[in-house]
C-alpha cells in the first residue's frame, strides 16, 4: 500500500489516477494533497528536472515508451483524412434527400431522415439490391483508389480525472 511522507494513504482513486496520468503524459507523475482543499493533485515531472526538486508526496512512473506509428492508414496523400467508403443506407439516403430536398422547402434534417427511413422500409429487395450493389461497388473503388486504408473508430474522448 502506497503511502504519503505525511503519513496519509492515497485513496485508491487518486491512485489508479496518477497511473493513468502517468501513462497518457508518458512521463513520472508526482501525487500531493492538497490540505487546504483536501485533495489529491497530480503534477508530472518535466524530463528536464530532477525528481528530487519536487518536495511532494508520491511519484509514480508509468511512462512506457510507445511505438508510433509511421504511417496512419487513415490519412491520405497531402494530411488529408481519407474519408470511408458509403453504405447502402448512406447513398440511398443522400440520393433520396436531393430529390426532396427540391421538392419540400426547410425540411429538417431529422425530419428528412424519418421520411427517407419509412421509404426505405418501403423498398422492394430489389431497390435495396441495387443500393447494395452500389456500396459495394463504392467499397471496391475505394479499395483501388485506397489500397493501405483501414477504417480506425475514434476514441471517446477521456474524461476529467479530478
Not at 515531472?45 to 515508451?65: A, G, K, M, R, V
Not at 475505394?142 to 473508430?153: D, E, R, T
Request: glycine share 4%.
Amino acid at each position: 500500500m502506497l503511502q504519503t511522507t505525511s503519513g496519509r494513504t492515497p485513496n485508491l482513486w487518486a491512485t489508479l489516477s496518477a497511473n493513468y496520468y502517468s501513462r497518457r503524459v508518458q512521463q513520472p507523475v508526482r501525487v500531493f494533497h492538497d490540505k487546504a482543499r483536501s485533495k489529491y493533485r497530480l503534477c508530472p515531472i518535466p524530463e528536464d528536472e530532477s525528481c528530487e526538486w519536487y518536495c511532494s508526496d508520491i511519484l509514480i512512473d508509468q511512462s512506457t515508451p510507445v511505438k508510433v506509428s509511421e504511417e496512419d492508414p487513415t490519412v491520405g496523400e497531402g494530411g488529408c483524412r481519407i474519408p470511408r467508403p458509403r453504405n447502402c443506407w448512406l447513398l440511398y439516403r443522400q440520393s433520396k434527400s436531393q430529390e426532396i430536398t427540391r421538392s419540400v422547402e426547410g425540411i429538417t434534417a431529422s425530419e428528412l431522415s424519418r421520411v427517407i427511413g419509412r421509404m426505405w422500409d418501403e423498398e422492394t429487395p430489389e431497390i435495396q439490391a441495387y443500393w447494395y450493389n452500389m456500396a459495394m461497388e463504392e467499397e471496391f473503388n475505394h479499395k483501388q483508389q485506397y489500397p493501405g486504408y483501414k477504417y480506425i473508430p475514434a476514441k471517446e474522448p477521456d474524461q476529467e480525472l479530478l
